[in-house]
């Protein structure tokens, strides 16, 4: 089983919907949680940070199930471009290293 | 503010040469982390360093590449004798350290092997 586990995709999503990915990690002893977006040949770029049960930014909500060990990213009212690949990345206690999910590729249409 | 910074975004180098990627992490980061992306595919992590340290390089191939982040200047990522199957895009990121690393990425170095 991988460390971090998404759906591929694509999700093929017609504007102004919501639109909404899971993620499941293995480790229960994760303590932090990120999602990264990426566009088509560009760096990740962080969009949120999850540290408690979830958080909110505009139209966009992380929850965080640790009992379920997932964590979910909400996009309402999706725009063209939210177009992208979202990462779900995984930090394991004080250890430094993140684990990174393959990705969730959305594709948001007019 | 500056934030990552990488250079060169694009790099050519025929087969046998050396590449050097170089690294600026974000003021205030002392943290720098490698990692490659192959087209079509996901990140892959390679080194993690520190201030004249390596703290983790269990991603690195155990030949022709190696890393540094001298105590002054970039981090530097060296790739001796390239072949083919180095063509990929080198992403660099840097953190702080706290605030479950959160890292933040350079716009990457897009290495093709001729």
């Known amino acids: 089983r991988k460390e971090v586990e998404q759906d591929p995709g694509p999700f093929n999503v017609p504007e102004g919907a919501t639109v909404a990915f899971n993620c499941t990690y293995s480790n229960s002893a994760s303590q932090s949680f990120f999602w990264y977006r990426q566009d088509c040949r560009k760096e990740p770029k962080l969009l949120m940070s999850v540290y408690s049960s979830g958080n909110e930014d505009g139209r966009f909500t992380a929850q965080l199930n640790r009992a379920s060990q997932y964590i979910s990213l909400l996009i309402r009212d999706s725009k063209l471009s939210d177009s992208a690949t979202y990462l779900c990345?995984?930090?394991?206690?004080?250890?430094?290293?993140?684990?990174w999910g393959a990705g969730t590729k959305l594709i948001i249409k007019p | 503010n500056a934030g990552v910074m990488q250079n060169p975004r694009h790099l050519v180098r025929r087969r046998g040469q050396e590449a050097r990627l170089r690294c600026s992490p974000m003021?205030?980061?002392?943290?720098v982390y490698w990692y490659r992306q192959l087209p079509e595919e996901g990140l892959k992590f390679m080194v993690y360093l520190q201030k004249e340290n390596i703290i983790d390089e269990s991603g690195m191939p155990k030949e022709r590449f190696s890393a540094e982040f001298p105590k002054e200047g970039p981090s530097i990522l060296r790739i001796q004798q390239v072949v083919r199957g180095d063509s990929a895009a080198y992403f660099c990121a840097s953190s702080r350290g706290d605030r479950g690393h959160e890292q933040y990425f350079g716009p990457g170095t897009r290495l093709t092997v001729t």
């Open positions: 990345v995984v930090n394991m206690n004080s250890n430094y290293q993140l684990i």
């Open positions: 003021k205030g980061h002392s943290h």
